[in-house]
């Protein structure tokens, strides 16, 4: 929108409200007072309003108390009366109240409207299930063969709407990415659907918003939105098998794997095709482990490995035995899922 101020609180108002700031600038990560998509620019806008306006009535009502207590005058609470102007006083300030709270009831009422419907005929449909306590994203392709699972880690063309059908595969979690959109439920045995939209690239940090268990603070996720072309290039990466290991201990890590972590864990182009635990195919690339618990390091990756329970207590992952030698097999080969 156009925004032209006409004096200097004017411009400080409608720059707060029409700023659109970049990424690079976000200083609180689920701020939900700074936005970057065009689903959250509204609320933004929104937002900002509603705390300037409670913001003008806590000093306007804070300054009449003061003076009230504090202006000269009898002890005596004077009664009020039809002479002078105390009743148009209190006729204006229920007048201007009743103005201000209708247009933000309207104003209200007009962003839930542009923020609620879903794009009719997006170009990108993801599905998305909750789990104690990651994210499972499904990217459904025309065929079989362009259809993948990844966790935790949302790629999206900038400038484009994406639909999000919503699930959950145990109890109630809450999608939310302050940046992007507000909050929406995942519900065991129904499908919720929200839509986001970025409107330039960049991390965005999401979180689950409805407290699921011990490690509900501990699901997050991220949206990485990027320009078609390199996410053109991320869906072709994630629909690559996996390569064969080059390194011997990688390619023992393999067979280690496959014997230790295959049946809850699956990696495209191998045999391991289990479904209780994330989807580590193209492990290496995501940036966070345990759904954002801990930086995707070789050291974080081996103290998950060796004891999940200790990083994430509660985790439906079991501590797998695993000898020294065994533990930097599987460390190896999933530093080789690129």
Sequence with gaps: MTCQPTSATAAFVITTLCATPTPGFAATPLSYLESYGSRGDPVRSLTWAMLIISTVVVVIVTGLVLWGVLREGPAEAAGITREGNGLRLITAGLVVTVVVLLGSVVWTMVVLAEVGAAPAAPKLTLDI???????????????PAETFVTANEVHIPVGEPVRINLSSSDVIHSFWVPALSGKTDTVPGQVNTTWIEAHAPGTFLGQCAEFCGAQHAHMGFRIVAEPRDRFEAWLADQLAPAAVPAERIAAAGQETFGRRCAA???VRGTTAGGVFGPDLSHLAT???????TVPNTPGHLSAWIADPQHLKPGTRMPVVPLTGSELEQVRAYLATLN
């Design 286 to 292: 995501r940036a966070t482990l345990a759904a954002g």
């Design 264 to 266: 809850c864990h699956a």
């Design 129 to 143: 299930s909750g789990h104690q306590w990651w994210w499972q994203v499904r990217y459904e392709g025309e065929t």
